[in-house]
Each structure stands twice: as structure tokens, then as C-alpha cells.
């Protein structure tokens, strides 16, 4: 079994729980079950806590999700379009 890594772009949501970026703490992961897998989805720290928006107006890998011990047989069933909906 292996991890499966997706990236989600334009993604701009809250986390429920914290990283620690040095000195600052930002809500940045969200955790959820689907079909007996834990998923993981970490957004880009730069996302949540930049001033000013520089991304306007662009494609931009926003956020990470992050499947541990995904079986080959459920990549190929299409564990991916279950995770981008």
C-alpha cells in the first residue's frame, strides 16, 4: 500500500486544526472519513495568511490531500474522482 497525494487548486477554506509555521500557528488542516479512508487536506499556509492577495486572477495549488495506505485496487475503482467530487 502507498500514499496517494492530490493537489486541489483555488481551494480557500478554513482548517480545524493548527500547524506551527516558526513562531506562528495557522488552521490549516481539515481531516474526513470516505469509504474507510482517512483523508488528509492540508492548505498552504501562504494561502490563509497572506495580506495582501497576490494570486488574483491565477491557478494556483492551493492545498494538498493526503491518503495514507490507499490500495492499488481502490486508485483503479476511482478513489480520485471521489476526492475532486
Known amino acids: 500500500m502507498s ?15 493548527f500547524s506551527k509555521h516558526g513562531k506562528m500557528s495557522v488552521r490549516d488542516t481539515l481531516n474526513f472519513q470516505l469509504d474507510g479512508y482517512s483523508f488528509k487536506l492540508i492548505q498552504n499556509k501562504d494561502i490563509i495568511t497572506i495580506r495582501k492577495w497576490k494570486y488574483k486572477d491565477q491557478f494556483i495549488k492551493s492545498s494538498e ?8 485496487k481502490d486508485v483503479k475503482k476511482g478513489l480520485f474522482r471521489k476526492i475532486c467530487g
Do not use: S
Not at 492530490?6 to 477554506?13: R, S, T
Not at 490531500?65 to 492499488?72: A, H, P
Open 3 to 17: 500514499d496517494l497525494r492530490a493537489y486541489v487548486a483555488n481551494y480557500l477554506g478554513g482548517g480545524e486544526d
Open 65 to 72: 490531500i493526503i491518503v495514507r495506505n490507499v490500495k492499488e
